[in-house]
């Protein structure tokens, strides 16, 4: 009886011996665990009027240079644009510059490719600071966005604003022939 005792004994002290290293070496690691994305999308207003339009940043953590591509794609786009509208959150506290922001002929990335512009598309672009709260920039091309299979994006290259959150841009397009705006759809983006 007593030779088991002493044989279990053994047994559980190799057994610290190599438990309890193994424990303590791989508790730091658990730090460094990635967060898990969700396929889910908050969004304030939920009514059936409301467009999701799919974008594209390269960073999302505060105070980093950012380029952020807001994607007009064909499904998006009925009918040929003359002039695009898009309304910028108030609580987005970033500096605009014009020579910051362009609209190009886009290859949106994936599984297989990155996110770049094919052609640039020469246009005016306007920034509206009316006041502090209210802030757009209206975008002119030289000639017409066509409605035809190829995909367009409107990209701001910016710092992120010194606070996270969700930021929803607004876009709103002339179509040819009109003289108003119509609702294009809207962008939900995370800072963190």
């Known amino acids: 009886m007593l030779k088991k005792t002493k044989k279990l004994t053994f047994n559980f002290e190799i057994l610290r011996f190599f438990l309890i290293p193994t424990i303590l070496f791989s508790t730091p690691l658990f730090n460094n665990i990635q967060e898990a994305r969700a ?4 969004q304030w207003d939920q009514n059936t009027g409301y467009r999701r339009l799919k974008w594209f ?55 297989e490719g990155r ?44 710092f992120n604003p010194k606070k996270s959150g969700l930021y929803q841009f607004h876009s709103y397009g002339q179509p040819k022939g009109l003289s108003n705006l119509s609702y294009l759809g809207s962008w939900t983006i995370v800072i963190d």
């Open 39 to 42: 396929g889910l999308e908050f």
């Open 57 to 111: 940043q390269k960073e999302k953590d505060r105070r980093l240079r950012n380029t952020i591509y807001f994607f007009l794609r064909p499904s998006d786009r009925t009918v040929d644009l003359l002039k695009i509208n898009l309304a910028i959150p108030e609580t987005f506290k970033s500096t605009l510059k014009k020579e910051n922001i362009s609209i190009c002929k886009v290859k949106i990335g994936g599984f």
């Open 115 to 158: 996110t770049k512009c094919l052609e640039d598309i020469p246009a005016d672009i306007e920034i509206n600071a009316e006041d502090s709260s209210l802030r757009s920039l209206n975008i002119y091309p030289y000639s017409p966005i066509p409605s035809n299979k190829n995909s367009y994006a409107i990209v701001l290259k910016v």
